[in-house]
């Protein structure tokens, strides 16, 4: 039995996934090919992700490849209560998911989707993989193969695999090129700025927006800020992704340093107190405070609790104001969760049109090929990257050059010189 807030929602969700839908046109041809193919047919699949309109696209698409699946939340403010209604109500989906529950009951939803005895497991964050090698391990014998489709989900992997404790094969579908190189950079840009501007109504025009992080997300967040106008700051840890922000004319500051001029801060790292109890003694008033990294790590919510002398919650929706003892307010977004999609509505359709056909067409690819794949962190196949690329091109009809027979010859002879 599902366990969502209000299955009478449905009607307005499955108006949202049909408006998702219409922006997600790879993923349709996906759906019909699935439907022909059926390369799920009899597979349980398990997944914790987001649940929103563009997640409800890729899960009719699985079903319509055969699979049953049972669907728990990864983040407890980022259910969309109509989609999961829609879910249920119209498409038979076991979903366990409400908005803004507690992390007993977000826990009790994975187990839930877990007790279906999953074949294939789908995570955003890795939650359910690792309730599943530390709370279920009685389940892992059926388990077959999963994918990961974030940046954290992906770090935490490598880190069981490199212990030993990864009980099968899991891919990295947040490494694909179609996936990171738009999803994070251009999904996340956006989305992000949208989530801060609709909790906050701020100018950005003018401001100094301080980004942590200048991975994928953290380019397309810099390159949008400074699009509205903004005065751009990267933190960094790495020399690197360092000297690239620089060299595209990006000030780069340690955060001590960026702390007191900054008048937004976003977080994208992926790892803990990247804002600190330090960092918050030097910021001016009124600053604002968003994280777009997975967990409600990055900025040390704890701390800024403790030099609280007050604090009023819902200021403005998914905006709370915390008075320190000089009197400065700082406005943490989200409760330091993805403020994109907490704040807004995470990424635009047509972005997640590409990560959900890889996810789609990798769960197919695994349905056959996890039988030859050890326990370990794996690449999606490099065809199929290239093959959502084509589909996405095709779509927006955008035709590319082929090689000539000539110079395919080239390419692959060493005895050719100048």
């Not at 219409?22 to 090919?33: D, K, N, T």
């Not at 899960?59 to 407890?76: D, E, K």
């Not at 007191?260 to 992926?270: K, L, N, S, Y």
């Not at 067409?361 to 050890?374: D, G, N, R, V, Y």
Request: aromatic content about 4%.
């Amino acid at each position: 039995m599902s366990d969502i807030a209000d299955v009478s929602l449905a009607y307005e969700g499955v108006k949202r996934i049909e408006w998702a839908d219409r922006s997600m046109p790879v993923l349709r041809q996906i759906r019909e090919r699935f439907a022909r193919e059926r390369p799920l047919d009899g597979l349980r699949i398990a997944a914790c992700m987001h649940i929103t309109t563009e997640t409800a696209c890729l899960i009719r698409t699985l079903q319509a490849g055969g699979a049953s699946v049972a669907l728990a939340s990864s983040n407890p403010l980022s259910t969309q209560d109509d989609t999961a209604a829609a879910l249920v109500q119209e498409d038979g989906t076991e979903v366990f998911a409400r908005a803004g529950i507690d992390r007993e009951g977000y826990y009790a939803h994975i187990h839930q989707a877990l007790e279906t005895g999953p074949d294939l497991v789908l995570d955003d964050g890795c939650d359910l993989v690792n309730t599943l090698h530390i709370e279920r391990t009685d389940l892992l014998p059926t388990v077959k193969a999963g994918c990961e489709q974030t940046t954290t989900g992906v770090i935490r992997l490598h880190q069981m695999a490199r212990e030993g404790a990864l009980r099968f094969p899991m891919v990295a579908v947040n490494d694909t090129d179609t996936k990171h190189m738009f999803d994070n950079r251009y999904g996340t840009g956006q989305s992000t700025l949208d989530g801060i501007v609709r909790a906050t109504n701020t100018l950005l025009a003018g401001k100094t927006v301080v980004i942590a992080g200048f991975g994928y997300c953290g380019r397309g967040l810099a390159e949008r800020a400074r699009g509205l106008g903004a005065r751009v700051v990267i933190t960094e840890i790495d020399p690197v992704k360092a000297l690239d922000a620089a060299l595209q004319g990006f000030a780069v500051q340690p955060m001590a340093e960026a702390a007191a001029d900054g008048d937004v801060f976003i977080t994208v790292t992926g790892n803990r107190d990247v804002v600190n109890a330090e960092h918050l003694a030097l910021m001016k008033d009124g600053a604002i405070l968003a994280n777009s990294g997975h967990f409600d790590v990055e900025i040390d919510v704890r701390a800024l609790e403790e030099m609280a002398v007050a604090v009023h919650h819902g200021v403005r929706p998914q905006a709370d104001e915390y008075v320190l003892a000089d009197g400065r307010r700082l406005v943490l977004l989200a409760e330091g969760r993805l403020v994109n999609l907490a704040a807004a509505e995470g990424h635009p359709a047509a972005v997640m049109d590409m990560s959900f056909a890889d996810q789609a067409l990798t769960c197919a690819w695994l349905a056959t090929a996890h039988a030859s794949l050890p326990a370990a962190v794996h690449d999606v196949p490099k065809d199929i990257d290239t093959e959502v690329a084509r589909l996405k091109l095709a779509s927006m009809a955008i035709s590319i050059d082929l090689l000539t027979p000539d110079q395919e010859d080239y390419l692959h002879s060493w005895r050719i010189g100048s």
